[in-house]
Nanobody, 124 residues
Framework: VQLQASGGGSVQRGASLRLSCVAS????????VGWFRQAPGKEREFVAA????????EYEESVKGRFTISGDIGKNTAHLQMNSLEPEDTAVYYC??????????????????WGQGTEVTVSS
């Protein structure tokens, strides 16, 4: 599966961005699509994930209530709506696919496919 992430940009604090992740082929219902982010000098960290079949979601604590992950099954596309952005959200955002079945994995090591990343910069 090839993933293409897009939608990043440079915005001011409080603004919104919508990231998209397009998969090159069908995503199976028991797979998860996740978003991670990596700031300079830091490890890649979990942001949010969605179970492709059923739509259950999981969020990292600091983005709850501000970010929303969704999936468009017909278009093999996942979105990450990011509202009320803060400078701490500045990072390169990556989408990934986890094929390991039930539940959610928050470790990047458990994801099998990755997109190329899209950069988000939030200034104060």
């Amino acid at each position: 599966v090839q993933l293409q992430a897009s939608g990043g940009g440079s915005v001011q604090r409080g603004a919104s961005l919508r990231l998209s992740c397009v998969a090159s082929r069908h995503i199976f219902s028991n797979w998860n699509v996740g978003w991670f982010r990596q700031a300079p000098g830091k490890e890649r960290e979990f942001v949010a994930a969605i179970k492709w079949g059923g739509g259950a979601t999981e969020y990292e604590e600091s983005v709850k209530g501000r970010f929303t992950i969704s999936g468009d099954i017909g278009k093999n596309t996942a979105h990450l709506q990011m509202n009320s952005l803060e400078p701490e959200d500045t990072a390169v955002y990556y989408c990934g696919v986890d094929r390991s079945g039930p539940g959610f994995r928050v470790s990047a090591l458990r994801y099998d496919y990755w997109g190329q990343g899209t950069e988000v910069t939030v200034s104060s």
